[in-house]
Structures are given as C-alpha cells and as structure tokens.
C-alpha cells in the first residue's frame, strides 16, 4: 500500500472523528454471502470491529481465522466487547460462496466492497484492519498477526469497550 492510499483510507475511516456525521466507511453497502449479513457496515457501529480480507486456497487467512474465532470465543458468552467481519476478494462470486463452507464461520462474510478494493494497492491476504468503537482504524496489517501482535492491538480497545450482546453471530 502507497502513502497515497494509506492516506485516502485513513481518511475514509476517520471521517466521522473530526465531524458530528457518520463516517462514510459506516455507509459502505454489502453484499452477503453467509445469511444474516447486515445490509451495511454501519451495523457495527459503536463496536470494535476486526475486518478481515480473506480469498480462497488461503491458508494463512486460515489460520488468522482460527486466532480471531480463539479470542471472540474466550469472550464472555453474554458480552460481546468485539466484533469479526469477513470480507472475501481474489475471485468470483461462486468461488467466494464456496468459502463459508471452507471456513464453517461463524461470523458474518461479505464481498468485499468495490470502493474499498480500489484503494488497496496489494492484494496479498490475510489483510487485518482493526477499528476502535469510534470507527477510527487503529491498525492495519498485511499478511498473519501473530497473537501477540493481535493482543496488543486488541486488548486496550476491549479493556473500556462496553458490553453488547453477540450480534455478530451468523445461525
């Protein structure tokens, strides 16, 4: 990712930090492919949200998976303090479907919006972004974070984030 493009999306997800509107990245439409998917990201707003871009035949998008589903479950079963979004890309809509099954996922996966695509520069997976309650990015990460690159990122934004029932799930 360019500093260009670094700066275009710091921009789109801190929109909502320096005005009183919703940030624009809460109004991205999306496009399910597991049922019960919200209509737009605005669902998870006021929620520490984990984005994940993954593609098919992934194996570290994989394994990432496997650290994020470890850490949501070690969450208390009546207090949701943060939230998982999957956002598939790399291939067509049939092969993307395809990916529910490989992952057996609990949380809700999306295509991945075409505004968002284009401001990325690489298109290497597992790609994590990490936003606080507020929407602002906090970081945002190319490739497997380890646990404890993860923890360290997670665990302050969790410490004073309010409890929310689990609304993310996918049934």
Request: glycine share 2%; proline share 5%; hydrophobic share 40%.
């Amino acid at each position: 990712m360019t500093f260009r493009h670094a700066l275009t999306m710091l921009s789109l997800l801190m929109a909502s930090f320096f005005s009183d509107a919703t940030s624009p990245f809460y109004e991205l439409e999306l496009t399910p492919l597991t049922p019960h998917v919200p209509d737009s990201l605005g669902y998870y707003q006021g929620q520490v949200l984990a984005l994940m871009l993954i593609q098919p035949n992934c194996s570290w998008c994989k394994k990432q998976h496997k650290l994020l589903q470890q850490m949501y479950d070690a969450q208390s079963q009546d207090c949701q303090k943060f939230s998982v979004l999957m956002m598939a890309t790399g291939a067509q809509k049939r092969q993307l479907k395809r990916l529910k099954a490989q992952y057996q996922s609990q949380f809700a996966m999306t295509s991945l919006p075409n505004s968002l695509a284009n401001l990325l520069e690489s298109k290497s997976t597992p790609q994590l972004f990490i936003l606080d309650s507020q929407g602002n990015l906090v970081t945002y990460h190319i490739g497997f974070m380890p646990e404890t690159s993860l923890r360290t990122h997670m665990d302050p934004l969790t410490k004073h984030a309010t409890c929310r029932i689990r609304s993310a799930l996918v049934s």
